[in-house]
Each structure stands twice: as structure tokens, then as C-alpha cells.
């Protein structure tokens, strides 16, 4: 059983509440304790001695050369447990040139506890609306301003967000084309969503079978347990197919030089991928 699997099983048996209190006081400490100059985080703007290692490694990931997977240096702010990728995203999101903040309606699905803090301060700031569901499993600690909520059906009228967030989910769901179309239904028009993804740079398909079904299996060929397929370099084309415009960003396009680069402890082949509704 890898790490991850097995933290979860642990965090079963913590109360939701009990979790959540023990994870701000662990971030309280974190903020203190490491306080330095050698590394900055863009999402609690405070500067760090260092980074925690991240994330846990299995063979399918280094082989399969998987984005956004697999054991990394620097991944982790002690401050606010953000990793690589929500750094890239909010600085995304914070670079003018895309137009995505402020936005009237932000809806932000499994939110990244550090980009919410951020994403909360910034949108009651800016008047603009946050809504943050999740689909509960155990596990996993949200806050009670998190809705329960199923991405397969939305409870929102169509047309509804100019934003929506929704990172390293599509991988979890057997039916993603159906998510992606609801999520795309609730966009007003013009309106974007960043949907990131672990994906491989040497898969030219995306890689599923539903036969793929132990924890062992879905490690071995996915990358992580609860993982139901594998995406290759088709899945901008797979969200093509139901209707977005997409758009990916590199760290090139975000105006980041090789020391902010390090410095943010940012992954620099991690892409964004951006859907637009035409
Ligand atoms: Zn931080």
C-alpha cells in the first residue's frame, strides 16, 4: 500500500473538525518555525528557510514521466501546505493578462485549502462571489463553508460562472467527459476554467480500462490509488470534444524568471490548462 493510501486510512478515524483545527494549528507552526529567506510562497507571502520534499513515488510515475505526480524537492510551503502546482495556478490567476480574476462568480470544486485562504481574501476584497463544493470522502478536511456537492451535477442554472476551479479532479471520475460538460454548462460564455490534471509526457492517448480496479492496479498503471485512468498529451483534445476553447500556459508564459522559478519551488514542466467556453 503506498503513502497515500495509507494516510488516508489514518485520517479516517479523525473527526472532520478535530482534523481541520490540527491542520491550521500544524500551518501556525510551520509559519514560525521556518521563517527564512531561501524560499518565498506566493500563496501566504511569506519567505521560508525552506521547502518540504513532496508527494511519493511509484514506478508508473518516473517511467510514464507523469506531471504533477511522483516524489518532489520543494514542493511544500510549511506556511500554508501549498504545493508546486497551486503556486503556478495563483500565479495564473494572479497575472493580468489572462483575465481571470476578478471574477463576479468563482466557483472552486475540491479546493486547495492554501488557494482558498487566498482565493477568499481576494474575492470578498473584490466583491465577487466564492463557492466552494466538494464531493466528501473521508479523509479529507474542508472547512464548513465547503458544499457538499456532485461535479456530475451541479446544483447551479447554466451560464452562472465566469471562473471555475477544478484541479486534479477529472482523474478521480469514471465519467470525466460528462463532468466536463458540466462544467462547461454552468460558464457563462467567455467564461474560463483551469482544470489541471497529472498527465504523461510519453502517453499519446490518454490510458483507461474500467477493468483497472484494485488499489494495487490502479497504483501500477494510473499512479495512484483512487486514480481511474492515466492522461497522455490528448487531453486538451479531450476537452476539446465537448465544446471549450483551450488554452495551455507554460511558467514561460507567466513572466517568471529561473530564479523566481526556484525561489517559489515551482515545477517548471508543469502546464496550465485553461478552457474557455466560446
Ligand atoms: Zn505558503
Request: charged share 25%; hydrophobic share 40%; aromatic share 12%.
Amino acid at each position: 500500500m503506498s503513502m497515500g493510501k495509507i494516510s488516508q486510512q489514518i485520517k479516517k478515524f479523525i473527526p472532520r473538525r478535530i482534523g481541520y483545527t490540527l491542520r491550521r494549528l500544524k500551518l501556525w507552526y510551520g509559519r514560525m518555525r521556518y521563517r527564512g529567506n531561501n524560499f518565498y510562497c506566493p500563496v501566504c507571502e511569506h519567505g521560508y528557510r525552506f521547502f518540504f520534499d513532496g508527494g511519493f513515488d511509484l514506478p508508473v510515475i518516473s517511467e510514464m514521466e507523469i506531471v504533477g505526480a511522483g516524489k518532489r524537492p520543494n514542493a511544500i510551503c510549511p506556511g500554508c501546505s501549498s504545493n508546486d502546482r497551486d503556486r503556478l495556478v495563483l500565479l495564473a490567476l494572479k497575472n493580468q493578462k489572462y483575465n481571470f480574476l476578478p471574477a463576479d462568480k468563482l466557483l472552486h470544486i475540491a479546493p486547495e485549502p492554501s488557494l482558498a485562504t487566498w482565493l477568499g481574501n481576494y474575492q470578498m476584497k473584490h466583491h465577487g462571489q466564492y463557492i466552494k463544493g466538494v464531493k466528501y470522502h473521508e479523509g479529507f478536511y474542508y472547512g464548513n463553508d465547503v458544499h457538499l456537492i456532485d461535479l456530475l451535477q451541479l446544483p447551479f442554472k447554466s451560464d452562472t460562472f465566469n471562473l471555475v476551479i477544478c484541479n486534479h479532479v477529472l482523474e478521480h471520475i469514471p465519467d470525466d467527459v460528462a463532468a466536463m460538460k458540466e462544467i462547461l454548462r454552468v460558464l457563462v460564455k467567455g467564461g474560463q476554467a483551469i482544470l489541471q490534471v497529472p498527465w504523461s509526457m510519453k502517453l499519446d492517448e490518454t490510458f483507461e480500462d474500467p477493468n483497472i480496479q484494485s488499489i494495487d492496479d490502479r497504483e501500477k498503471f494510473f499512479g495512484q490509488f483512487d486514480h481511474v485512468r492515466l492522461y497522455g498529451r490528448d487531453f486538451p483534445s479531450r476537452l476539446r470534444s465537448v465544446g471549450f476553447d483551450i488554452k495551455v500556459l507554460s511558467v514561460n508564459d507567466l513572466d517568471l524568471n529561473k530564479d523566481t522559478i526556484t525561489s517559489f519551488g515551482l515545477n517548471s514542466k508543469e502546464l496550465i490548462f485553461v478552457a474557455r467556453k466560446a
